[in-house]
């Protein structure tokens, strides 16, 4: 198994690192800091849920969404900067960041012999579990709450688009497996599964590159906090 990781900080910037499988979802409120009322801004996310998850992309692969907030205030940018600061538990190689989504991949296959003595990939099960941790708002200024209604939905489909993207290649790993030729033995049928399987892996990898690549970490579509700062 393996992640796929995309988190945006208080620069606006991101970073990446492996992942990939996918299909249903649950929202989680983060206890460490005591936040337990209602999230808000659910319906937007809702949205863009139902336009990944009615897309091609995701047809039969199954998906599953986990979302994990953890609340940050303040009556100036400035303070909500801050409370991101202290209260995010996102923290990687000694960075801090805004948000993060992490995506399991697990592609598994039935092997089955023919009457000839040939193999092949009977069936593939393509599944990711992703993870979203992102802040909620707690705050009664006009200020903050205007800014962050401009910002919030940008950085959701930055990290969305990370995910769409994975989605994606979850389905094809699962087309691309189905079309392994059969072999005289299912040693060697594994062995080209499995090998398959490493390069679909890299290729989620790449994808997240070159998208943030794309996007300078969602800076150009909006996602980067420091600019609504100015």
């Not at 940050?72 to 801090?96: A, W």
């Not at 087309?175 to 062995?191: H, K, Q």
Request: proline share 3%; net charge neutral.
């Amino acid at each position: 198994m393996a992640f796929f990781c995309l988190r945006g900080n208080s620069n606006g910037k991101g970073n990446s690192c492996p992942g990939g499988v996918l299909a249903s979802g649950r929202i989680r409120l983060a206890e460490n800091n005591g936040f337990l009322s209602p999230v808000p801004g659910v319906k937007m996310i809702k949205k863009i849920l139902l336009l990944m998850l009615t897309s091609g992309a995701v047809q039969a692969a199954q998906v599953h969404f986990d979302y994990y907030y953890y609340k940050v205030s303040g009556d100036t940018v400035r303070q909500l900067v801050d409370s991101i600061d202290v209260n995010t538990p996102i923290h990687q190689n000694g960075e801090k960041w805004i948000g993060q989504v992490r995506a399991r991949t697990l592609w598994d296959w039935k092997l089955q012999t023919q009457a000839d003595g040939s193999c092949y990939l009977a069936s593939v099960d393509a599944v990711a579990d992703i993870q979203f941790v992102m802040p909620i708002l707690d705050s009664s200024s006009l200020e903050v709450k205007e800014i962050w209604d401009r910002w919030y939905p940008h950085l959701w489909r930055h990290e969305m688009q990370h995910a769409r993207d994975a989605i994606a290649i979850v389905k094809q790993g699962e087309n691309e497996l189905l079309n392994l030729r059969p072999r005289g033995s299912c040693e060697a049928v594994e062995e080209m599964a499995t090998e398959l399987k490493s390069q679909l892996l890299d290729r989620v990898v790449e994808a997240g590159r070159r998208y943030d690549e794309l996007t300078k970490h969602g800076e150009k579509t909006g996602a980067g906090l420091a600019d609504y700062m100015k």
